[in-house]
């Protein structure tokens, strides 16, 4: 959960900065154009901008190298986890953090 929690903070700064840019007179296209540059896939820029949470899945290419490869993914539980930090706030790491050990501990 380290890394759910890693990429949690780097959301919550780079909403800062947007927000931040924002304030300063940037304008929003010019913030999503260089953002979509960079590779960052629609979903999570309007996550960004709307100051909410999106977590990481895996893709079903992923999941698929997983099953061949013969580790089990515990879909079910990840889903719980997934399902419990979705749409948190940005920078609201008190929700954030107790969400996720909900979602854990319902497992």
Do not use: C, W
């Amino acid at each position: 959960m380290e890394a759910e929690t890693a990429r949690y903070r780097n959301f919550s700064e780079m909403y800062k900065y947007i927000q931040s840019a924002l304030e300063l007179g940037a304008d929003k296209k010019s913030i999503i154009t260089s953002l979509r540059d960079k590779g960052v896939s629609k979903k999570v820029i309007n996550s960004l901008f709307m100051g909410v949470y999106v977590p990481y899945y895996p893709s079903d290419a992923t999941l698929l190298r997983i099953k061949k490869s013969g580790n089990i993914y515990p879909r079910k539980e990840i889903n719980k986890i997934y399902n419990s930090i979705k749409r948190v706030p940005l920078n609201d790491f008190i929700t954030f953090n107790s969400n996720l050990e909900k979602g854990i501990i319902n497992e």
